[in-house]
């Protein structure tokens, strides 16, 4: 039962990732000493759409057990031709709010290795474990940066935005241990 299981959850995990048909130059792999710039926005902008900016954010991974061990590459991309931008409303704060609100994927991303890492992950039950801690990230993920984009305006509300920047620069700094896309982790038998 669990070969069946564990088979459907990593082909549903690769029809998703295949999904996006991506290659490496689609995507803008977060990086501390790399900003966002505004040439990482390649997708088309609809004229109808009332928002200013979409930042196609992904937390994308890949993940393996061999022997006693889970392999994981778990990264926060942004994906360039799916994110775009109303040429009208072009601004630095707009992009500094893009840059936060990527930011905080980043933490999320490192909180799920920090819980991979310190959790006991069994052995017979590590698809199960992986996808739950996934879906408690994106879920923890998507509420913050809601509440982000719903104090700050997109930037519009530079107060916030700057608290909001302060708060994201010390989590990351707290988080930097869980920097860096590997995972490698020894499963409980």
Same mark, same amino acid.
């Given at each position: ?22 290659? $490496? ?11 966002? #710039? ?7 902008? @609809? =004229?109808?759409? /009332? ?47 893009? !840059? ?9 991303? +490192? ?15 590590? @698809? ?6 996934? +879906? ?5 993920? #998507?509420? =913050?940066?809601?509440?982000?984009? #719903?104090? /700050? #305006? ?8 700057? $608290?909001? !920047? ?24």
């Amino acid at each position: 039962m669990m070969k069946k299981i564990s088979g459907t959850l990593t082909l549903l995990i690769a029809l998703f990732c295949f999904s996006f048909q991506m290659n $490496e130059t689609d995507l803008a792999h977060w990086d501390k000493k790399i900003k966002l #710039n505004w040439d990482d926005y390649k997708g088309k902008f @609809n =004229e109808k759409d /009332t928002l200013p900016v979409k930042s196609f954010v992904l937390l994308d991974f890949q993940y393996q057990i061999k022997g006693d061990s889970l392999l994981m590459t778990l990264r926060n991309v942004l994906v360039r031709k799916n994110s775009w931008l109303n040429p009208n409303v072009k601004s630095k704060e707009l992009l500094a709010n893009e !840059q936060a609100y990527f930011d905080i994927a980043e933490i999320h991303t +490192r909180r799920m290795r920090k819980l991979l890492y310190t959790g006991k992950i069994p052995y017979n039950a590590a @698809n199960v474990t992986v996808s739950s801690y996934y +879906r408690t990230t994106i879920k923890d993920r #998507n509420y =913050e940066q809601a509440k982000f984009r #719903n104090e /700050t #305006n997109y930037g519009k509300n530079k107060v916030k935005l700057t $608290e909001w !920047q302060a708060k994201i620069k010390k989590e990351l700094l707290e988080l930097d241990q869980w920097n860096g896309e590997k995972v490698h982790i020894k499963l409980i038998r």
